[in-house]
C-alpha cells in the first residue's frame, strides 16, 4: 500500500493537512516525538499557526533513545494522522506542521546545531520521567549515570539535558539569541526542575569549559513550567491498518487519543512563541496547582488502575475502572485522600474534575493498556501516589488507598521478578536485586520500602503507611483479585 505523503495525499478525497509542502517554516526543536507529542503538542501547534496565520512554528522533530519514528514519519513528508477515540471524536485528521526529523542517537551534532540555531525560539521536550535522568537520591542530575557522564565528558551528547546543555552552549557562542525551553512531562514544577538539571550540567563540566554559560542561561533562556493532558495510547498494528481502510494510504506513524485536550503553560517566555492559546492552552503565571491536581488525580487514578487492572488481568484502563471495586478504589483514593489535602487551582471544582477524570478513563474504545500506564512505576509514584500518602498523614488520616496502589505495584513488580519477566522499569534490576537479596524473614514489601530510590525512608519507616501497604499485599497475595474486591467493597 502506498505511504501517507503530501502527493499521495492529494489523489485522494480524503482529510488534508492544514498546511502544504514548504509553506511552514521551523521555529521550535522537539525533544522526543513519541505518540504523546504527536497527540498533543503537534496538535496545539498546528492549530495555532491555522488560527494567526503565523507559519513560522514548523518543528523539528528528534527522537530520543530509538530512530524507530524517523523511519515512520521521514518517508512520509513527515505528516501523520491522528484518530480521535470516544464521545465527540472528530474526523479522522491529518497533522503537519513536523519540518523535518532527527535520529538524537545518530546525529547529536544536527541536535546541537538546531537547538543554537537563532531562527529557532523554542524547545520543547516530551521524553517521559526517566527522560530527565534524575538521581532518585538527590533529586538532582544523575551524574553517575553513565550516559550523563559520557555527554559531560564531551561526547555528542544523547541524553535530553545534554543535548539541551551543548545546545545552549552553541547558541552562547554563536548568537546569544534568547530561547524558551517547555518541558511537557507529568512532572512536578517541570519548567524549574529542568532549569536545576541543566545548571546542575553546567556546572559538573570541567573548570573553565564554558565560560559565562551559566550566567548567560540565568538570564537569557527561559523555562516555563506546563501541564499537559491527553491520553495517548500507543498505535497498535490494528490502528494502523484501520488508518489504511479510511484513507487508502499507509500512515506508519499513526496516532490514537482520546477527544480532550488540555493545555496550562506559563506565561514566562525569553522570546517569542507559538499563539497557543490561540488553539485552546491555557496561559497562567501559577501552572503548579493544575499539575498538583493533575497528578495526583488524573496519574495518580491511572496508576492505582493500572496496577489493580494488572492484578485481575484486565487488559485496558476501562476494563479496570469498569470493574465495580476497582473504580470505588479509585473513587476513594481522589475523595478521600486526594481532594481533602492538595491545593487545587482557583476556581477548578475537584469533584467535578474528579468525575470528568474517571468517565475519560472508562472510554472504551481508547484501548489504553494497563502494561503501558503500569510502566516505570518507580518513576511515576513519588510523584502520583506517595505525596498524597505523605499528605495524609500529615493530617493524621491513614493513607489507605494510596497504600493500595503501592502494594498492588509491589505485587506487579514481584510477579514479574519470580516470573523471570522483563519489568518495564528503568530501575528493574535494583527492583529485582531488592527482591532477590532480601533478608530471609523480610517479605517483599520490606524489601521494596527500603529502597530509598523508590520511597522516602521516613514514609517508609511510618507504621500508618507500611501498615496497610503490607495488609493489602498480603491480601492480594493469599486471595488474588478477588481478595481485594472483596475487601474495597464490604470493608
Ligand atoms: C499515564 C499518562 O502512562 C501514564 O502513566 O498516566 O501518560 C496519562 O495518560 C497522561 O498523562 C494523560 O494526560
Redesign the pocket.
Known amino acids: 500500500m502506498e505511504r501517507l505523503s503530501y502527493a499521495s495525499l492529494a489523489r485522494t478525497s480524503g482529510p488534508q493537512p492544514r498546511f502544504g509542502p514548504g509553506e511552514v517554516t521551523p521555529g521550535i526543536v522537539h525533544l522526543g516525538v513519541g505518540s ?1 507529542h504527536r497527540a ?1 503538542t503537534a496538535v496545539f501547534t498546528e492549530d495555532a499557526m491555522a488560527a494567526t496565520g503565523e507559519h513560522a512554528w514548523g518543528t523539528v522533530g528528534v527522537t530520543q533513545r530509538s530512530d524507530a519514528v524517523v523511519r515512520q514519519l521521514a518517508p512520509q513528508d513527515c505528516l501523520f494522522t491522528l484518530s480521535e477515540r470516544g464521545d465527540g471524536a472528530a474526523p479522522l485528521r491529518v497533522v503537519s506542521g513536523i519540518t523535518g526529523m532527527l535520529a538524537g542517537r545518530a546525529e547529536p551534532g544536527a541536535v546541537v546545531a538546531r537547538i543554537a540555531d537563532p531562527g529557532i525560539h523554542v524547545v520543547t521536550l516530551t521524553v517521559t520521567e526517566k527522560g530527565y535522568r534524575i538521581d532518585p537520591l538527590t533529586g538532582g542530575l544523575g551524574l553517575d549515570d553513565p550516559e550523563v557522564r559520557a555527554d559531560l565528558a564531551g561526547a555528542p551528547p544523547v541524553t535530553a539535558i545534554g543535548q539541551l546543555a551543548r545546545g545552549l552552549e552553541a547558541r552562547h557562542r554563536a548568537s546569544d539569541a534568547p530561547l524558551t525551553v517547555v518541558p511537557c512531562d ?1 512532572l512536578p514544577g517541570n519548567g524549574a526542575l529542568t532549569r536545576r538539571l541543566v545548571r546542575a550540567f553546567v556546572e559538573a563540566l570541567p573548570a573553565g569549559a564554558a565560560p559565562g554559560l551559566a550566567d548567560w542561561i540565568a538570564s537569557s533562556v527561559a523555562f516555563p513550567s506546563t501541564m ?5 495510547p500507543a498505535t497498535t498494528p490494528a490502528d494502523l491498518d484501520a488508518v489504511e481502510r479510511a484513507l487508502g494510504l499507509r500512515d506508519e506513524a499513526a496516532v490514537v487519543a482520546e477527544p480532550f485536550r ?1 493545555w496550562v503553560i506559563e506565561d514566562a517566555f525569553a522570546g517569542p512563541r507559538p499563539a497557543w492559546e490561540a488553539a485552546g492552552a491555557v496561559l497562567t503565571d501559577d501552572v503548579e496547582p493544575w499539575e498538583t491536581a ?1 497528578l495526583r488525580i ?2 495518580a487514578g ?2 492505582l488502575l ?1 496496577y489493580l487492572g494488572l492484578a485481575a488481568g484486565h487488559a485496558t484502563i476501562a476494563e479496570a475502572v469498569h470493574d465495580e471495586a476497582f473504580e470505588a478504589a479509585c473513587q476513594g483514593l481522589i475523595g478521600e485522600e486526594v481532594l481533602p489535602t492538595a491545593v487545587l487551582p482557583d476556581g477548578l471544582d475537584g469533584e467535578d474534575y474528579a468525575r470528568s477524570v474517571v468517565a475519560r478513563f472508562a472510554n472504551p474504545a481508547l484501548g ?1 493498556t494497563t502494561a ?2 503500569g ?2 512505576g518507580s518513576q ?1 509514584l513519588g510523584l ?1 501516589i506517595l505525596p498524597t500518602a505523605a499528605a495524609c498523614l500529615a493530617v493524621g488520616r491513614e493513607p489507605r488507598w494510596a497504600a493500595l496502589a503501592v502494594a498492588a505495584w509491589m505485587h506487579h513488580v514481584a510477579t514479574a521478578s519470580a516470573a523471570g519477566g522483563a519489568l518495564a522499569d528503568p530501575l528493574a534490576g535494583t527492583l529485582a536485586a531488592a527482591l532477590r537479596d532480601r533478608p530471609a524473614r523480610a517479605s517483599a514489601v520490606d524489601a521494596l520500602l527500603a529502597l530509598p530510590e523508590v520511597v522516602d525512608p521516613a514514609l517508609a519507616a511510618d507504621p500508618r503507611f507500611g501498615g496497610p501497604v503490607r495488609h493489602w499485599y498480603e491480601l492480594l497475595d493469599a486471595h488474588g483479585a478477588t481478595g481485594l474486591r472483596r475487601e474495597i467493597l464490604h470493608g
Do not use: E, G, I, T
Open positions: 504523546f498533543h507529568n499537559v493532558d491527553r491520553m495517548a488540555q493533575k488524573l496519574n491511572h496508576s493500572a489504553h503501558k500506564v510502566s516505570d511515576k502520583r
